[in-house]
């Protein structure tokens, strides 16, 4: 059952705000956490909670919008999109944040205190603005079919602002462009068939493995004004690729 409609095929808007926590409460989601029914459907939907979003032991609000607005001061957000959905600003200030959507996730503004997920059933695309961007404290990025792939070369990445890279994956096939702000650490990095490019515009990329799997296919790590340095003091490959193309202001694979 779905908690708020509004309109048929999400025609409307719906905008729901609690100084406490918006949580999900449909009955079958409280025996089944991972029951798909979506709680709210809508055109544009904005939720504003004090304490979190999806928090609860019914697992996270099962959603059906165009366009998301989620924010809260303290707590956590989870969000489970059904289908596509453009994330134009989504913020938890000091908790962590994890958001799926069963066909492509666009991202103009997210923002956690702590750790970020994204996932996607098809791709994660950029909103191809620059000034736009991803910012959390680790990131976790996964989808089959793209990360950053779509757009202009000047503006298709993902543009972040963290300082772990958790992983980032494309388990079929597509490329992985990201744009990172000010260095960090990339722990693990796969492409099953497309090219990888991480960019940071200030900063050092420390890489821990970063591969492009299928025959052909090219890494290309640039640190505008920084090093491209090894963390994990080459206790293994920290490139896997056909090519590689390695560009740094100061240095390469010093510490």
Known sequence: ANLVAAGAGAAGDVSITAAGAILESDPSDLSNPSDPSDDVIADR?????????????GGPLDVAAHTLVATT?????????????TLENVV???????????????????????SL?????????????????????????????G???????????????????????VATAGEINLAEADGMIVS?????????TLTSATGNLNLGQVAANTAGNTVTVIAAAGAVTDADGGAANNVTATNLALTAA?????A
């Open 92 to 114: 938890t200030t000091a908790g962590n944040a994890a958001l799926t959507a069963g066909g492509t996730l666009t991202v103009q503004t997210v923002t956690a205190g702590g």
């Open 117 to 145: 997920s994204l996932s996607a059933g098809n791709r994660i695309d950029d909103d191809n603005v620059n000034a736009t961007r991803i910012a959390a404290a680790s990131l976790s990025l996964t989808a089959p079919n």
């Open 188 to 196: 693990q990095v796969t492409a099953a068939n497309g090219n990888v």
């Open 73 to 85: 001061t303290a707590g956590d957000v989870n969000v489970a999109e059904s289908n596509d959905v």
């Open 147 to 169: 990360l950053g792939a779509t757009g202009a070369n000047g503006t298709k990445a993902l543009d972040t602002q963290v300082a772990t890279l958790t992983s980032a994956t």
């Open 45 to 57: 939907l904005t939720l504003t909670a004090g304490t979190g979003l999806g928090t609860g032991a």
């Open 250 to 254: 100061t240095s390469i694979g010093a």
